[in-house]
């Protein structure tokens, strides 16, 4: 398996995407949104490395999960090591939620030079994509804090040659 530096887990979240999630918060983050409620994350000289194989085990314990999400930090920072786990995700029947600060159409063009964000598009079914912007914060969103964040199917997103479609709340 991949190491992966991350802050932190929580290991039962019905915030973080739809059902109950167990939530891999990864370390380090380019974005520094103003107001982001994981500042700890962002350096990227934090956090603990640890084996993907553990975070798998600790996500196996629970048989009530619905799947996982990545969260951050900067989830497409680690996309090889994120894709690696997702594959052994996926193959338990669970989905995959991801968090970015990256829009979407920026990771499609970067994932054109880098095969891992690729995969790891490929392989999530949902991006919570875009900057948090303070002042479009709202509580009203499912899953969101700030009004220009998207929730995108990625499975028709890709399906459709990268043309947004988004999920239904």
């Not at 999530?124 to 969101?144: H, N, P, Q, W, Y």
Request: aromatic share 8%; hydrophobic share 35%; glycine share 10%.
């Amino acid at each position: 398996m991949s190491k992966l530096k991350i802050a932190g887990v929580v290991k039962e979240s019905i915030t973080d995407g739809d059902g109950i999630r167990f939530v891999l918060f990864v370390q380090g983050c380019p974005h520094h949104c103003y107001g982001c409620h994981n500042p700890q994350t962002h350096d990227f000289n934090g956090g603990t490395i640890v084996d993907s194989g553990q975070v798998l085990e600790e996500f196996k314990a629970n048989p009530l999960l619905s799947g996982i999400t990545f969260s951050g930090g900067e989830p497409f920072c680690q996309a090889g090591a994120l894709a690696d786990l997702a594959e052994e995700i996926i193959s338990l029947g669970k989905n995959i939620t991801v968090y970015s600060g990256y829009t979407f159409e920026q990771l499609y063009e970067m994932a054109k030079e880098d095969k891992d964000i690729m995969r790891l598009l490929n392989l999530a079914d949902v991006l919570i994509d875009g900057k948090f912007i303070m002042s479009e914060k709202t509580l009203l969103l499912r899953f969101r804090g700030s009004k220009n964040q998207r929730m995108i199917n990625l499975k028709k997103t890709m399906e459709s040659d990268g043309k947004t479609v988004y999920t239904f709340e």
